[in-house]
């Protein structure tokens, strides 16, 4: 609760332009904030608020290739970081290995918080590229090359057209 409470009032001093995504299959809405700095999902009892708590504290660090801080960090060294911080779990650097060697496919329609969604955004067919977080309700958060780390929603056109595979990472 102290964690949505925070959230909400982060937003409050933020005049950017949100965009109100609905949910038909959990009948729920949330706002995405274009500002990127902000989360704006509402947090259950069974939701991982160290997740969330962490996802927070990176949102609106700048895009760097090779770059695994908060200061700059493309998507597989955003990921990693978010495991090893919150999960104690060490992942490859790089977002194609990821998948490979760190987790079992599983069904889009399966997705869970910490489950990853992986995309292929060049040209080459079914070759990953880029990584992102799920959260909930078709949310999921990622290091965007244009972006920075911002939340996105899974259904975008962008993202549809560019989605490769989702997976579960393997307990180690």
Wanted: charged share 30%; glycine share 8%; net charge positive.
């Amino acid at each position: 609760m102290a964690l949505l409470v925070i959230m909400v009032a982060g937003m409050a001093g933020c005049h950017s332009k949100k965009k109100v995504v609905e949910n038909n299959r959990t009948n729920t809405t949330h706002r995405v904030s274009d500002e990127w700095r902000t989360l704006d999902i509402k947090l259950g009892r069974g939701d991982n608020k160290r997740l969330y708590k962490e996802v927070k504290s990176w949102l609106g660090t700048p895009y760097k290739y090779a770059g695994s801080s908060k200061s700059g960090t493309d998507c597989s060294g955003f990921v990693m970081e978010v495991y090893k911080e919150v999960y104690h779990q060490k992942l490859e650097r790089n977002s194609q290995k990821i998948f490979e060697k760190n987790c079992y496919e599983i069904n889009k329609g399966d997705l869970k918080e910490g489950d990853l969604i992986f995309f292929n955004t060049g040209n080459k067919k079914r070759r990953i590229n880029h990584v992102g977080i799920y959260l909930k309700e078709n949310m999921f958060v990622h290091a965007s090359s244009s972006r920075g780390v911002v939340v996105s929603d899974v259904r975008e056109t962008y993202y549809v057209k560019h989605f490769v595979v989702a997976g579960r990472v393997r307990k180690d």
